[in-house]
């Protein structure tokens, strides 16, 4: 596998409470770019494993993960879907690289110091590691685009970082096994194994916030059931929520520069525009000079419309849990033979001694 191919990875956490921002800002995207790009999403359970996680329920939410893919429009026969746990090369690609990483690039990470808290002393080992496992999920497959929401942002940053010390660190034997391709770091041209891979982030949605608080993004943590919309709400829950948005008590303004510093009105204009592939001076163009009174009634109609038939496809699918982890063996089995590869590659690459590729 010498030369890198395009290819798109993401991963979704399996922890419960998959909500508006997931979808707007990961899974929707990930439909999208089914078209052009040869896709691999994953249900990232060993990511979910670093903070606890009750095992009872962990089975169920990498089923609600992989429902929500399906019922959103991916088509695991033409991508690949399925879940980390089962391709061990995640695994062992990402103890290289905890090889390559310095404790200093992993200790900046903004989301281990909000999840370690203040006791960092009691955080896992694997909440440490954590991008470095994300850095291997993606160059396992030398993926060269992943979309994310902005919150992964600093994550991507580090695999770019992990991708250039490994290619600098091994250029010369990268070279004499006649692998990789040259790429230029910095000023420098290397022999490169693994692409520097790019983000995919933007849109309207690229950090939806909690419908009660602006300023913090929606997430599946937050103990408020009113601050976000989980995927499985159904139509009276979904209008609830909406209707009891925090707002300010203006009307939307008509051009996007009014939205500055409101950001309830701001986030609820964002999530229109993104339910309905807009942009926010479109949906400003209709509702601009309306009051929430007009304009919350209009996103609610359109949430529902959007997510209910999402939210009962996955019901449907769910209720065969069966056939949701027989499609997760099928996809791990065709991600495996890629993983295979790379791993071979690495191995030799980093001088471990195993039969011949
Ligand atoms: P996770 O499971 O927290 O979130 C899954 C995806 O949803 C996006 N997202 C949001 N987007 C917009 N607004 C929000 N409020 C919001 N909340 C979450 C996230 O940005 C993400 O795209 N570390 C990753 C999982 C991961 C991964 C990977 C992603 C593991 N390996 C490799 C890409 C490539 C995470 O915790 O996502």
């Not at 879907?81 to 290289?96: C, D, K, R, T």
Request: negative net charge.
């Amino acid at each position: 596998m010498s030369n890198i191919e395009e290819r798109v990875f993401s991963g979704i956490q399996p922890t419960g409470n998959l909500h508006l921002g997931n979808y707007l800002g990961a899974i929707k995207r990930f439909v999208s770019l089914q078209d052009d790009y040869n896709c691999i999403y994953c249900v990232v359970d060993l990511h979910a494993i670093t903070v606890w996680q009750e095992p009872s329920e962990l089975a169920n939410n990498i089923r609600e993960v992989t429902a929500a893919f399906i019922a959103s429009g991916i088509d695991p026969q033409k991508h690949i879907v399925f879940n980390q746990s089962q391709v061990a090369e995640h695994a062992e690609l990402a103890w290289i690289f905890n090889c390559v990483a310095r404790m200093g690039w992993l200790s900046r990470m903004t989301q281990f110091k909000e999840k370690a808290g203040k006791d960092r002393e009691k955080a896992s080992v694997g909440l440490f590691a954590y991008p470095a496992l994300m850095a291997a999920d993606i160059l396992t497959y030398r993926a060269t685009h992943v979309p994310v929401g902005e919150d992964q942002k600093q994550h991507l940053e580090l695999t770019r970082d992990i991708a250039q010390k490994f290619n600098n660190d091994f250029s010369d034997r990268i070279s004499s096994l006649g692998l990789g391709e040259p790429m230029m770091v910095g000023d420098e041209k290397v022999q490169g194994y693994f692409p520097l891979t790019e983000p995919l982030i933007g849109g309207p949605a690229a950090r939806v916030m909690s419908l009660r608080d602006g300023s913090k993004k929606m997430s599946k943590s937050d103990p408020s059931d009113l601050s976000r919309i989980v995927m499985t709400d159904d139509a009276d829950a979904i209008s609830k929520k909406i209707r009891k948005a925090k707002t300010d008590a203006d009307g939307l303004p008509s051009e996007v520069e009014g939205l500055k510093n409101r950001p309830e009105a701001d986030n609820l204009v964002g999530i229109y525009a993104a339910l309905n592939d807009m942009d926010k001076a479109s949906v400003l163009k209709e509702f601009g000079g309306a009051q929430f009174g007009t304009f919350k009634p209009a996103l609610a109609d359109l949430a529902v419309a959007k997510i209910d038939p999402i939210a009962s496809e996955m019901r449907r699918l769910q209720a065969d849990p069966a056939e949701i982890d027989s499609l997760l063996v099928k996809g791990a089995d065709r991600a495996r033979e890629i993983a295979n590869r790379t791993l071979a590659d690495v191995k030799e690459i980093v001088g471990f001694v195993g039969p011949r590729r």
